[in-house]
């Protein structure tokens, strides 16, 4: 039943945000004085996060952008699951597609990241969705099926967040619509192969906006949104929280 999943807004800040853009957090805080009706959780790129773990308000949690497969080891540049958690993050964002795309990322490395954000205690927020050429080819809910069934390691639907963000709506100020969203989000749910799909939180992302937000988040197995370039703006993301008063 949706009204077991409480909803969850989480702001992707990609490769975005040097230290005077810490004032982001004072301005959040202002702008939001009430604990949000949702779970909020920021994800700034790495090296703002120990300072951001300081002084964020109570109500926000921190995440990581990526994470290795790995705990620790000869692996130069790479940040692990352990190492966010040692921060105080409370989740990670793994197979976003610009990673897929950038890094090369198959289902596999990104099952395998998952795998150890969720040894380290972390939740990985695991990102699934189809490039226009697939949607437009009708195969848009295979894809995302398959990079579910491939991309998420045995757990239990607590223990990850799934967040559908189709490849031609991010970034681009095209979302999918409202009832292409639900449609999607419900045929993950049903795809699910844990017994507790009614408790897997699935986000919507993509060129998600204050002016759109309403529609995407009210819809029933849209549990959330994954949100880039409104996350940036502080007012543009207090506002998105605000839809779910
Ligand atoms: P966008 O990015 O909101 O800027 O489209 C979303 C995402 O890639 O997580």
Redesign the pocket.
Known sequence: MAMMRRKLVAG?W?MNGLQKDRQFLSDLATLHSETPNADVLLCPPATLLTSMAATRPGWLMLGGQDCAMTQSGAHTGDISAEMLADLGCSHV?VG???RRADHGETDAVVRAKAQAAIQAGLIPII?VGETLEQRESGLAEAVVVSQLSAGVPECEAGQVVI?Y?PVW????GRTASPEDAQAMHAALRAAWSGADSAALRILY?????PGNADALLSQSDVDGG??????LKPDQFASIIRTLR
Do not use: F, P, R, W
């Open positions: 992707n990609k964002i976003h597609s610009e990102c967040a963000e709506a991010i970034g681009t992302g993509g060129s998600m906006n994954l949100i880039g370039g409104a996350s």
